[in-house]
């Protein structure tokens, strides 16, 4: 049972055109992550949401925006995406955030190809 | 902020050898140590974790060391099957709920 569901699994754009990728989970967990992963890195954070608080990694760039509709629901806005931009963008989710021995669960993915 | 660095970058052994993945940690509050799987196109899996409180931890072919002084902890998978192949990352998570990974072991069992 998918439990951190990321769609597209795969989305291209052109350069300058603004996508959005979304995570959907079924774990009514309060905290959800953005991660980008470039190849052979590890997952680099780019912000979380505890509940509705949006927390921004301080490099994280202006581009990158993010929403959070509901308990269920985060989307990545990447407003106008460069080439440095292609990665892959990893949902996760965790119980809560403020403890530290938490687990997280990582949805598959969504790989970004920028043209 | 906390820095994890992991060695080796690369490890490849033969099937049914073990094989040993180190990471050190800076930041002496990290509490939590995760050890994630990740194949080729798929999102990081939790495959085992330890808490600061622990030393030890065993899940069948899968163990995972701790050492709170020296700030470093290592992940141990014995009896290495070539569905163990792929790339697996350490993880020190604070108080404040943030993850800092290492920057991965490309690990490859050969048949």
């Known amino acids: 049972d998918a439990m951190v569901i990321q769609n597209p699994r795969y989305q291209v754009t052109q350069f300058g055109k603004p996508v959005t990728l979304s995570c959907s989970q079924t774990?009514?967990?309060?905290?959800m992550y953005w991660y980008q992963q470039k190849s052979s890195q590890a997952p680099k954070l780019l912000f979380h949401?505890?509940?509705?608080?949006?927390?921004n990694e301080a490099d994280t760039p202006d581009n990158f925006q993010s929403r959070r509709p509901n308990t269920s629901f985060c989307f990545l806005d990447i407003r106008s995406p460069g080439l440095g931009d292609a990665a892959m963008y990893l949902c996760?989710?965790?119980?809560?955030?403020?403890?530290?021995?938490?687990?997280?669960?990582f949805g598959p993915g969504t790989r970004l190809t920028v043209t | 902020g906390e820095n994890v660095e992991q060695h080796p970058s690369t490890l490849s052994v033969q099937e049914g050898d073990s094989a040993v993945i180190k990471c050190t940690y800076s930041?002496?509050?990290?509490?939590?140590f995760p050890w994630y799987k990740q194949e080729l196109g798929k999102g990081p899996q939790l495959i085992i974790d330890?808490?600061?409180?622990?030393g030890e931890k065993k899940d069948q072919r899968i163990a995972v060391t701790l050492n709170k002084t020296a700030k470093h902890f290592s992940l141990h998978i014995t009896e290495t099957q070539p569905e163990d192949s792929a790339v697996y990352f350490c993880?020190?998570?604070?108080?404040?709920?943030?993850?800092?990974f290492g920057d991965g072991t490309t690990l490859t069992v050969k048949p």
């Open positions: 993880a020190a998570k604070n108080n404040a709920g943030k993850s800092t």
């Open positions: 930041d002496s509050a990290s509490n939590y």
């Open positions: 330890i808490r600061s409180n622990v």
């Open positions: 774990l009514n967990h309060n905290v």
């Open positions: 949401y505890y509940d509705k608080d949006f927390n």
């Open positions: 996760a989710t965790s119980r809560a955030g403020g403890l530290a021995d938490d687990e997280q669960y």
